[in-house]
């Protein structure tokens, strides 16, 4: 990778996602830099920043250019970009999209724990409860302490009224994993609720809503637990 680009590369691992994205605009094009390192990127800095539109246009146009190389860099690069592109359909609800991508990832070989548990949010919102259960196992079984995994698996089961002991073990362990994280904080006041502690349950509803105010499915929730008398 050209050393041209070092200087945007550092901004971007200091997190410096504004100032990255500045660096690798203001590349002309006789900079010396491949357009498609270039287009990658681009795609990285936009989806940190949640600039989604513009992201999809810079990774759509890394995993086309980049699809059908045989280098281990552009290989793995495709797949990063292929669950990117994945994570956004899926929260942009494009979901026919964010199946196709992760379809395009497990027939690649790329069978990890983020993958799946993307899997499992998509089948809990296409109301496929025990196609998600399976795929939240799945992905906690590659990887037991990937946060997503276990939160949502906590969460789901809480809403299923099952296992709730063990929900309550999953959503502790993810909160002490991500800390401070707003749907770690729902699920958790969510466990609560369902076992009937409701003054443990506001406590932690309340955390996260504080954290993510516009957020209506922890409104949501807060709500019923607020209507309850112990």
Avoid at 65 to 80: F, G
Avoid at 112 to 133: H, I, K, P, R
């Amino acid at each position: 990778m050209a050393a041209v680009l070092e200087e945007g590369i550092q901004l971007y691992k200091r997190k410096d996602y504004t100032g990255a994205l500045s660096f690798f605009m203001s590349l002309s094009a006789d900079s010396g830099a491949d357009p498609i390192d270039v287009s990658y990127y681009l795609g990285l800095c936009y989806s940190k920043l949640e600039r989604y539109d513009d992201a999809l246009l810079y990774l759509e146009q890394v995993v086309t250019t980049e699809e059908k190389a045989s280098t281990p860099m552009a290989r793995e690069r495709v797949l990063q970009c292929r669950y990117l592109l994945a994570v956004i359909y899926s929260r942009t609800d494009r979901k026919q999209l964010a199946d196709y991508e992760l379809e395009a990832l497990l027939k690649a070989g790329y069978h990890t724990s983020s993958v799946y548990a993307s899997f499992a949010y998509l089948s809990w919102e296409n109301g496929e409860d025990e196609q998600c259960l399976e795929y939240y196992e799945k992905a906690l079984s590659i990887d037991e302490n990937n946060p997503t995994a276990l939160n949502g698996l906590g969460y789901v089961l809480a809403c299923e009224g099952k296992e709730l002991t063990r929900a309550l073990s999953l959503c502790k362990k993810a909160l002490s994993l991500a800390p401070n994280n707003p749907a770690c904080l729902d699920s958790l006041g969510w466990v609560y609720y369902r076992m009937g502690l409701f003054s443990q349950a506001r406590k932690y509803l309340e955390q996260a809503l504080n954290i993510d105010s516009d957020n209506e499915v922890i409104k949501s929730h807060l709500h019923e637990a607020e209507m309850v008398e112990e």
